[in-house]
C-alpha cells in the first residue's frame, strides 16, 4: 500500500491595525507584496470573506506565488454615510 503525504497549507494571520502605510504589506512565508490596490488577483485572490453586523470581520486570501492563506483582521469600521 503506498502512502500518500498530504501537505496542508499554513494559515497565516495579519492584523490589519498594526501595518503603517496603505495597507499593503509581504507575504508571511514568500515575501511578495500583497496590496490592497491589487484588483487583479496576479499576486493574491480572496477565498472568502466574514462578515458581522454589516462590517467586513475578516478576509481570507490565498497568496498565487507560495498558496499560503493569510487571514487578514483588524479591518476599521466606517463612518457612517460612507
Do not use: W
Request: hydrophobic share 35%.
Amino acid at each position: 500500500m503506498k502512502k500518500t503525504v498530504v501537505e496542508r497549507s499554513m494559515m497565516y494571520s495579519v492584523d490589519l491595525t498594526k501595518i503603517d502605510g496603505d495597507g499593503a504589506f509581504p507575504c508571511p512565508k514568500c515575501g511578495v507584496m500583497i496590496s490592497p490596490d491589487d484588483e487583479t488577483e496576479e499576486i493574491y485572490a480572496i477565498v472568502e470573506t466574514k462578515v458581522k453586523d454589516d462590517e467586513l470581520a475578516e478576509l481570507i486570501l490565498v497568496c498565487n506565488n507560495c498558496g499560503s492563506k493569510i487571514r487578514l483582521t483588524g479591518f476599521l469600521p466606517q463612518p457612517e454615510g460612507s
